[in-house]
């Protein structure tokens, strides 16, 4: 059955531009919740806890990788594109996962690992038995020897020498931009063209809303070159899109490119590549305003990405599921983030920090909330990790990136709620430490505190989807006379909304200039609280250290028209 033909409650809208006011939750089925008790979560668990999904306010799911794979990147070692790993459950389950989403008028995106394949899925198998030069062989790109493609970097740097690896059964090097588990397909060859391609409808069939494709910038490989965003490459993508949206217009392709701005936003091609692409540069800075105590990062790198084509749209995250990444920041800047959020060096991964969002602002509630705060208002739309809604710690003595990917802390019971199984059988032991333990921090104890995280989220994503200006406004940073208040007015016809945040540790003080806003009367969103007219001087606003304000700009109290 298609996903036309399946007779499903479906309560998503029927807008094509849904995108544009998406609140992304992105998550793990294996650490969300195990409804079998096997000490892995499972699409059946996460079926369970739609209603806690939907709760918060979220009308987007991203998935990380569900696919068999060997695991030995958490999934991003694909071994079969259309199946489920067995741990997490079958098709059957990740249908009824989705219809059910739909049902609560939740979207549904997968990821999609296009760049490469686990070295045990059977097209490599195939080809490194397969002759030389055959169409076997040919899914993949190898070489006589490792010098070739010498300009093209290495991304997992604490791992991987070389890009190269040597098959003693090909008897040749093949190419790996990740792991060296982990060989690149060869998109020069068009039938691994075609088997995406199908890929792609066979998850479409299911229903799924979009792909957050994986690590696009190293499609394409030619000689002379760094082997990262080649022609090539778009017109790969530019194809993909065309391919797919005449059958599926509502269908979203989000674009993992970690390039600085110019770079990424050509992933939105003419507005006919991807409709998404993950906002790298803007990530770090919003970490370094906070640390600088100024507003001129975030000002600086928005500025040079504002203009994208009108159906494109930016998603913008805190924290995900690897490496707080600092490959888009310049070396001074790298070092000044390590020295503030990563003084132990264990918790240096890579080019970046292996910490969750709570850790890294020292459980801080003032600052946990700017950061949010900003992530809500800035344009594009906001991708939040799982657990960061409660405050999450995570465990740095863990390898590579597990430490962030800890069990779903449900209530204070054992496993934290999230298995029944016996600790020892958890996919990762839950976080424990006392400052962060499941004792303390946990879902059941947060929803019966109106003064929890968890429900400061909540009532925040409320208001969040009262303003279209959010996710479909446009975008204009204010003059002031204070470099610690970021400023800035976000703009959808009649729905005008002021933000305005105090970056500083300390009080502030600020005048901003708002000269075509005269006689407007600022509502504050939260306690819809009248603040005075908008006046001939610039305006005068005070905060305590990290406060923030979203205002409504009205005719004296009523909507502007
Ligand atoms: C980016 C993913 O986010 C990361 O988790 C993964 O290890 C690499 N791509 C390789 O697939």
Redesign the pocket.
């Known amino acids: 059955m298609n996903r036309h033909e399946r007779p499903v409650r479906n309560r998503l809208n029927g807008d094509v531009l849904w995108y544009k006011d998406a609140v992304i939750y992105q998550l793990h089925v294996k650490s969300f919740f195990d409804a079998d008790g096997d000490g892995v979560g499972d699409f059946k668990g996460l079926t369970q806890k739609l209603d806690y999904i939907a709760s918060l306010g979220v009308n987007t799911i991203w998935l990380?990788p569900f696919y068999p794979s060997p695991r030995r990147?958490?999934g991003?070692?694909i071994s079969d594109y259309r199946g489920i790993s067995s741990q997490y459950g079958d098709i059957d389950d990740f249908q009824a996962f989705v219809d059910a989403a739909h049902g609560l008028g939740i979207r549904v995106v997968v990821e999609l690992?296009v760049?490469?394949t686990s070295d045990e899925h059977p097209w490599f198998q195939r080809a490194r038995r397969a002759p030389a030069g055959s169409p076997e062989r040919d899914y993949y790109v190898w070489s006589d020897t490792d010098d070739k493609f010498a300009e093209t970097r290495i991304?997992?740097v604490d791992t991987e020498k070389s890009n190269w690896s040597w098959d003693p059964v090909a008897k040749a090097y093949y190419w790996h931009?990740?792991?060296s588990h982990?060989p690149d397909l060869n998109y020069r060859n068009p039938e691994v063209v075609e088997e995406l391609l199908d890929t792609m409808r066979f998850w479409l069939d299911k229903g799924v809303d979009g792909f957050r494709l994986?690590?696009i910038p190293h499609l394409v490989e030619r000689e002379h070159t760094d082997n990262e965003n080649l022609p090539e490459t778009h017109a790969l993508l530019k194809h993909i899109r065309k391919k797919l949206e005449r059958k599926h217009p509502d269908v979203i392709l989000l674009a993992?490119a970690?390039l600085w701005q110019q770079e990424a936003r050509e992933y939105f091609g003419e507005g006919d590549e991807c409709h998404m692409a993950f906002h790298f540069p803007l990530m770090p800075r919003m970490f370094m305003a906070i640390a600088k105590e100024s507003a001129k990062p975030i000002k600086t790198i928005l500025r040079q990405t504002l203009s994208i084509p009108d159906e494109c749209q930016w998603a913008i995250f805190l924290r995900?599921?690897?490496e707080l990444t600092l490959e888009m920041v310049t070396e001074a800047e790298r070092n000044f983030l390590w020295e503030t959020y990563a003084a132990d060096k264990r918790a240096r991964l890579n080019l970046g920090i292996r910490r969750r969002l709570s850790p890294l602002m020292g459980q801080d509630r003032r600052r946990i909330e700017l950061l949010h705060m900003l992530l809500l208002s800035l344009p594009g739309s906001p991708v939040l990790y799982y657990g960061d809604e409660i405050g999450m710690g995570d465990n740095i003595d863990l390898g590579d990136?597990d430490g962030v990917r800890t069990p779903m802390q449900w209530s204070d019971r054992e496993n934290a709620g999230f298995s029944q199984a016996a600790p020892p059988k958890l996919a990762l032991p839950v976080i424990t430490d006392p400052q962060f333990s499941y004792a303390a921090i946990n879902v059941a104890e947060q929803d019966d505190d109106p003064h929890s995280l968890l429900n400061w989220i909540r009532q925040t994503l409320r208001l969040r989807a009262e303003h279209a200006a959010f996710g479909r406004g446009s975008m204009r940073f204010l003059k002031t006379d204070n470099d610690s208040v970021l400023a800035y007015l976000r703009e959808c016809r009649d729905d005008i909304i002021l933000c305005a945040a105090n970056l500083s540790k300390t009080s502030q003080a600020v005048r901003i200039d708002l000269p075509d806003m005269q006689g407007l009367v600022p509502v504050e969103l939260t306690g819809e609280t009248m603040f005075p007219a908008i006046g001939r001087q610039r305006y005068s606003l005070t905060f305590q250290p990290y406060a923030y304000f979203w205002f409504k700009l009205t005719n004296n109290g009523a909507a502007t028209s």
Do not use: G, K, S
Request: charged share 35%.
């Open positions: 990380l990147d958490d991003y070692d690992v760049n490469h991304i997992f931009r990740f792991y982990q994986d690590a993992e970690n995900n599921h690897d990136r």
